[in-house]
């Protein structure tokens, strides 16, 4: 697709442009300043900003945290309304996501992490941080046995818990994750499932055709099918003054809440 941004007119130009560049099908006009043109454009920043990798310009506390600022920020905000008890992560990284969330809970005076890395690289960093005793760091494959049953041993029936799946982002791998971890959420609380959008970054030149298909959104898609005390819960802005309904989010379809 052809997109044309005219900043006199103030209009955003759609055109389906083939191989025979004289042959082009015009789709429409968007309103430069309008609802559909921010989520166009919002679409291929985070696409062209995914190639640039400016999701790991993000720090907290020195950490690097791999969250674009809106997704961090949309966090804080789930987690200052559950007050969760505690706070589930798969895929720690660098630990940047273990820290902030820690932080928050230390703010709200709720609320412990349990990190799941298969290769804990930061272990010596958060465990020597002053945030260390609001996290507690298992070090495996989140989606066998031997770690489900350590993180269901930390976890009391009376707990709150908020489950984070930010490690392998394959199809089979997301599922599996769902599948071990669900019953740990009671009526009210989320799972947000990370990185949806993988399919829009299939067609990025770092990207790969196979996330088309083999990606976060459709584990949810099947999950959901069949889980459906589950529904997914995107609206997520608390002063949308002007309407626009969504956020910029990498977790296109992530965030499920249980009903």
Known sequence: MLILIDTEE?????????????????????????????????ELQIKVGWQLRYPYTASWLGFQLLQIPPDAMRMQEIIYKLRPDIIIETGVAHGGSSIFMAS??????????IGVEKG????????????????TLIEGDSISKETVDHVYRLCRRTDRV?????SCHR???????????????RPGFMIIVQDGNMEVLASAPRGDPSWTVDNPQEAVKEFIAHHPEFVI????????????????TYHTSGFLRRI
């Not at 209009?11 to 989520?39: A, C, M, P, V, W």
């Not at 465990?127 to 996290?135: G, Q």
Request: aromatic fraction near 6%; proline fraction near 0%.
């Open 233 to 248: 819960d995107q609206t997520d802005l608390l002063f949308d003054i002007d309407g626009i309904g969504r956020n910029i």
């Open 162 to 166: 908020l489950l984070i799946l930010d």
């Open 171 to 185: 199809k089979s791998h997301v599922l599996a994750e769902l599948e071990a971890y669900h019953h740990l959420i």
């Open 104 to 113: 928050i809970c230390k703010l709200t005076g709720i609320g412990h992490v």
């Open 10 to 42: 103030n209009n955003i130009i759609l055109r389906d442009q083939k191989k025979d560049t004289e042959n082009l099908k015009d789709l429409g006009h968007i309103s430069l300043y309008s609802k559909e043109s921010f989520e166009l454009l919002n």
């Open 120 to 135: 804990l690289l930061c272990r010596e960093r958060i465990e020597s941080h002053d945030l260390s005793e609001y996290i």
